[in-house]
């Protein structure tokens, strides 16, 4: 795999990765994670790249975590109003699948077409329908997080309302 792909996003900052992983699980997410704790090596999280802010350029060096093979949908419900998918689904991937029903995921970055919903959660994109329908912040109820140390964490719940403790969703989403 030649790492000069991982060496920038959509903006102008530009460095090489030392190296680059595809995690296919939550768990593998995990087990990187900690490693890299143990050995205290840089992780940087990698949806599509196509953001402009430099946010998934390494800085010096370090382990690009591709997470674009995580990229299933894993259910729909539409008496629910609630999707639950994997980060590496791209934003095209996500309205084909819920075209069908009429429905749309409103928050649409400028690279809709390419944009991962990890990337999106990341960012807390929001694009031109956001004014109106809101950012990717107001449509996220639950996270399944790897925290730094390679611990899990669970966020939120699958209902719109939820009212015990902090919103750590809400927090965690953009940030």
């Not at 991937?93 to 749309?104: D, M």
């Not at 929001?126 to 669970?154: F, I, Q």
Request: include cysteine; aromatic fraction near 6%; hydrophobic fraction near 40%.
């Amino acid at each position: 795999m030649d790492l000069i792909s991982y060496s920038s996003d959509a903006s102008e900052h530009q460095h090489r990765p030392d190296c680059a992983v595809w995690p296919r699980s939550t768990e593998e997410v995990s087990s990187i994670l900690k490693l890299a704790n143990r050995e205290l090596f840089p992780v940087i999280p990698r949806g599509a790249g196509t953001g402009f802010a430099g946010s998934v350029v390494p800085q010096s060096g370090g382990v690009v975590m591709d997470m674009g093979r995580m990229n299933r949908i894993l259910r729909i419900s539409i008496e629910d109003r609630l999707v639950v998918l994997q980060p590496g689904v791209v934003y095209a991937q996500l309205s084909k699948a819920l075209a069908p029903h009429g429905f749309f995921f409103p928050p649409d970055p400028a690279s809709g077409k390419a944009a991962t919903l990890g990337g999106n959660v990341a960012t807390g994109a929001g694009g031109l329908k956001g004014a109106k329908y809101g950012t990717t912040r107001d449509y996220v109820l639950a996270l399944e997080v790897v925290l730094p140390d390679g611990s899990m964490l669970r966020t939120g719940s699958n209902c719109m309302k939820s009212v015990s403790g902090y919103d750590l969703t809400r927090l965690l989403v953009g940030s």
